[in-house]
């Protein structure tokens, strides 16, 4: 309680004094000795006598009034003068005894401070002047009137001032650090580009400060004590459920019983007096302790994020945001602790995509996908349209995130995903809050006169450098030649052969990997369409289509109609009813098993395709795949319970756990189904890598269904469209 309240100190250091009669002096101002010091004492301690001449220092002045902006100035320190004294005659004070000095602000090893006025009495009970929340928020201590944030005085038993310059783009960085995808963004030293990621997917994708560290960052600048990590292991069977999945998966039908080590993690954050203001308690284990650390942290993280980025939200909302992560929350403790950041924050955020994403360059084919690990150069400039003057404000020549966990700002990743290796970028997008501009900036100056235009953009300049492709893809590779992803092109053509379908539909066509390596095949396809719930992935899709199909000539392919839905496979859309073929190709295990269930419901009581190809990865293949790429050096041997082989993964099901799944779903449908799939062999254990399911509509008349459209077409292609000098 002291800690944060001056008052308070005061008051007690006061009650102490009182006892020294003997020696000290209690006036309305201040303290004094009884006795001067000796003329011995006071020569060893002229400290300033290593200032031989005057000195400026940045200081940033932080006015009381919120409508007053926050500036810079530069005070003059001298040799025959006190350090203080000029503090106290900047802030409109005669001396040194007026002026109050904080805690010290931001890091540990941080000699910055907040320097305020006194009260004029020292036994008062409160302060004159207006509050100063910005101060307060910054020192987490009330203070008053206008204030000082300074780096400058003595440091333990050294006679020389210590001073640094703090400048705005100082006290907008530490604004932004109080946020906790601040935290995030300044340990990447990427305020204009690096966001707090999703997911804590592996410790070799993670780039910046990790989580625990993030969140012990975000406790120290809100002056709350560290938090507090609870780890319990549980010894268990190899039928351990797994983070993501709801079923118990064995690795192999081996009747001895496998010990396996699992770990959760529960946090706690606690205030100073050590009141609980959040504990976050995670169902879910996990193999690695250190993973279970992790994880937890960025729930706690995420969450407070959100609190942080929406001011609006409602109790309601926070309390199921809450639930959802496993969190739960002292209200009255929290919000007396946070009382002041939604009013310290412009929540402005770029909410608009870019209304033109520019790119250039030879498109090489080396594209992302979900998953990727990229490599990206990119530069931020302010730019203001009336007079096309730029300042720039960020740069990077080589930053990696991984695409699909959210790590960078959401029109960085749409203008990265529809670039192929070696291309550039350009785009401008909306203006997010000052503070991070002022962050960035390196000159405070220009960039503040910029921002006074009302017609300003930010503009970006990306160059796609390097792409690392998932592990799931790189574990295939290893050990398959070709890869599993175009076996399972190869399979699903020679199903269209075998059945002359002329239409197909693909769910969860994703980016248009199945639609595009169709086009490279002769078949009898005439009408293709692709059904997907990301805009992102269906946008990168009618790109890559679209090229290829105006390509093609009629001679080569009998394609006479595309297009491309966003809609979720869960929901029926009567212009897919009875399709030709319908596939699925390793997409239902990015769904909860629920919905799993639901989509295959739907699928075939409603879609109807004549034939449905539904592809899911093999677990019990897993043993194999990870046995000759593991994720991590100390991983090599710990293959008796096997990671899911895409972090996006929410289960992934046995030989028998799939077989009953798709044998229930064609008897109650009146579907036949045949069992095959790709990588390895039926009768070679572990089986197929990736396992397939073939249903066949067993009646051939189709009952006509009602109009009932929900899905949004995104793009559509049709050869009558085209140009004959095109064809």
């Known amino acids: 309680m002291a800690e944060s309240n001056s008052l308070l100190v005061m008051s007690l250091v ?32 002229n400290n300033e006598s290593n200032l031989l001449e005057s000195i400026l220092i940045e200081v940033v002045i932080i006015p009381a009034s919120i409508g007053k902006a926050v500036e810079s100035v530069k005070l003059n320190f001298t040799a025959a003068g006190y350090y203080l004294d000029v503090i106290a005659r900047e802030l409109g004070m005669n001396e040194a005894s007026d002026v109050i000095i904080s805690r010290t602000i931001g890091k540990a090893s941080s000699e910055m401070r907040i320097y305020s006025a006194a009260p004029k009495q020292l036994l008062c009970d409160q302060f004159e002047g207006t509050l100063n929340d910005r101060a307060s928020y910054f020192a987490g201590q009330e203070i008053h009137g206008d204030a000082i944030l300074a780096s400058v005085g003595y440091t333990w038993r050294s006679t020389d001032l210590f001073h640094e310059a703090v400048s705005l783009r100082s006290y907008y960085r530490m604004l932004v650090n109080k946020i906790p995808s601040g935290a995030y963004k300044i340990s990447r030293d990427a305020i204009l580009a690096a966001n707090l990621p999703l997911a804590f997917t592996t410790k070799s994708n993670w780039r910046g400060s990790f989580p625990r560290d993030i969140l012990s960052t975000f406790c120290r600048f809100h002056y709350l004590s560290e938090p507090v990590f609870s780890t319990q292991s549980n010894s268990s069977d190899a039928s351990l459920d797994l983070p993501g999945s709801r079923k118990k998966l064995k690795v192999t039908q081996s009747s001895k019983e496998e010990k396996t080590e699992a770990f959760s993690c529960e946090v706690k954050i606690y205030s100073k007096n050590q009141e609980l203001i959040l504990q976050c308690s995670p169902q879910e284990t996990h193999r690695k302790q250190t993973d279970a650390v992790q994880i937890a942290a960025l729930k706690v993280l995420s969450w407070l994020n959100m609190f942080f980025e929406n001011p609006n939200v409602s109790s309601e909302k926070l309390n199921l945001l809450a639930e959802n992560l496993d969190i739960h929350f002292t209200p009255r403790y929290f919000f007396k602790e946070f009382a002041l950041c939604h009013s310290m924050h412009n929540n402005k955020a770029a909410e608009n995509e870019p209304s033109l994403i520019d ?13 990727s690990l990229v490599c990206i150069s990119y530069s931020v400039s302010l ?53 991070f501009i002022l962050a960035a900036a390196v000159d405070s100056g220009s960039a503040l006169s910029l921002l006074s235009s009302q017609r300003c953009k930010m503009e970006y300049h990306i160059t796609l450098l390097q792409v690392t492709e998932p592990l799931e893809e790189r574990m295939e590779q ?30 969860g066509c994703g980016s248009g990997s199945l639609l595009d390596s169709l086009l490279s095949y002769p078949t009898s396809l005439e009408k293709i369409v692709g059904v997907d719930i990301s805009l992102r992935a269906l946008t990168k899709a009618a790109k890559l289509l679209h090229t290829k199909l105006n390509k093609l000539s009629e001679s080569s392919s009998k394609i006479k109609y595309a297009v491309l839905y966003d809609g979720s496979i869960t929901k029926f859309d009567s212009q897919l009813h009875g399709f030709d073929i319908a596939t699925c190709l390793e997409v239902i295990e990015h769904m909860e098993e629920e919905e799993a269930s639901l989509f295959g419901e739907v699928v075939l009581s409603f879609f109807r395709p004549k034939i449905l190809i539904v592809s899911t990865p093999n677990y019990e293949y897993n043993v194999i795949l990870q046995g000759c790429t593991t994720e991590d050096p100390d991983e090599k041997n710990q293959t008796q319970v096997c990671k899911f082989r895409n972090h996006d993964h929410k289960f992934e099901w046995t030989r028998a756990q799939f077989e009953s799944w798709a044998a229930d779903l064609a ?31 067993r009646e051939d008349n189709l009952t006509n269904m009602e109009s009932d459209n929900h899905y949004v077409p995104i793009w559509e292609w049709n050869r009558e469209n085209i140009p004959p000098k095109e064809q």
């Open 14 to 45: 006061l009650r102490a004094a009182a006892k020294l009669t003997d020696s000290v002096v209690i006036s309305d101002k201040q303290l004094q000795r009884r006795n001067e010091y000796s003329l011995e004492i006071l020569s060893s301690t």
């Open 359 to 371: 790119i250039t360059g030879e498109n090489s084919g080396a594209t992302p996908s979900n998953g």
């Open 383 to 435: 730019f203001r349209e009336e007079d096309s003057i730029k300042e720039s404000l960020e740069s990077c020549k080589e930053f990696e995130f991984e695409i699909g966990n959210e790590a960078v700002l959401p029109y960085i990743e749409s203008a990265v995903a529809q670039m192929a290796i070696g291309q550039s970028a350009y785009f401008q997008v909306d203006l997010p809050s000052d503070e």
């Open 478 to 507: 290893a050990q398959f030649s070709p890869p599993l992803s175009k076996q399972r092109v190869e399979f699903a053509v020679q199903q269209i052969k075998e059945s002359s379908a002329a239409s197909l539909v693909d769910f």
């Open 667 to 697: 008897a109650t449908h009146n579907y036949g189904l045949d069992f095959s799939g790709v990588g390895g062999a039926a009768d070679v254990e572990p089986g197929f890598a990736s396992q397939i399911a073939i249903f066949r509509r």
